[in-house]
């Protein structure tokens, strides 16, 4: 089993920042890429950044020059510094780990944290 357990979510103003993190664990052979996601209430889904081998990132076009995602490989832990906040940023953010084999599986699977709320109030 892989669990994803995130932190830092809470409420800040407009212009402030924020750090989550998303913390890995299991039986984790190897993974293609690390992510977090964001759904505000009556949205879709959306990928917000991406960090895959190498530390290459992409993000979406609405956090570019604000956002920057990094990871820690030893410790199997992704971040996404959140600055410059904006009320349209207020969502709950998921991480999640994709492309995962597992010591016991090697069919790739995406695996989801439980999300944690982001309230950035004007």
């Known amino acids: 089993q892989v669990q994803l357990v995130e932190s830092g979510g809470g409420l800040v103003q407009a212009g402030g920042s924020l750090r989550l993190s998303c913390a890995a664990s299991g039986s984790i052979r190897s993974f293609v890429s690390m992510a977090w996601y964001r759904q505000a209430p009556g949205k879709q889904r959306e990928l917000v950044a991406a960090?895959?081998?190498?530390?290459?990132?992409t993000y979406a076009d609405s956090v570019k020059g604000r956002f920057t995602i990094s990871r820690d490989n030893a410790k199997n832990t992704v971040y996404l510094q959140m600055n410059s906040l904006k009320p349209e940023d207020t969502a709950v953010y998921y991480c999640s780990l994709r492309g995962v084999v597992t010591t016991t599986s090697t069919i790739p699977y995406n695996y989801w944290g439980q999300g944690t709320q982001v309230t950035v109030s004007s």
């Open positions: 960090i895959g081998s190498g530390d290459s990132a």
